[in-house]
Nanobody, 114 residues
Framework: VQLQASGGGLVQAGGSLRLSCAAS????????VGWYRQSPGNQRELVAR???????DYADSVKGRFTISRDNAKNTVDLRMNSPKPDDTAVYYC?????????WGQGTQVTVSS
């Protein structure tokens, strides 16, 4: 599975931003999908994840502000970021686990200004 992330950029704190991840090569329906992020000097961390059942997990720091969604017909996974904070500044990566392996997108930079 190949993943292509897009939608990053500069956003003001309190605004909103939508990241999108397009999958190709194989359908992601029924597979877990997620968004992770990494800021300088820190390890990559989970932001949000959706299982094949549709259930979701969120990092405590983004609960109530970010929403992960998937469109099986379009083979895409989105992350809606509402009320972002400067601490949300990072490179965001989409991920899926299929055929026993992890696949990662190339990352998209999100910068939140105060």
């Amino acid at each position: 599975v190949q993943l292509q992330a897009s939608g990053g950029g500069l956003v003001q704190a309190g605004g909103s931003l939508r990241l999108s991840c397009a999958a190709s090569g194989s359908p992601i329906r029924g597979s877990p999908v997620g968004w992770y992020r990494q800021s300088p000097g820190n390890q990559r961390e989970l932001v949000a994840r959706m299982y094949g059942t549709g259930s979701t997990d969120y990092a405590d720091s983004v609960k109530g502000r970010f929403t992960i969604s998937r469109d099986n017909a379009k083979n895409t996974v989105d992350l809606r970021m509402n009320s972002p904070k400067p601490d949300d500044t990072a490179v965001y990566y989409c991920n899926t686990f299929k055929y026993g392996r992890n696949s990662w997108g190339q990352g998209t930079q999100v910068t939140v200004s105060s």
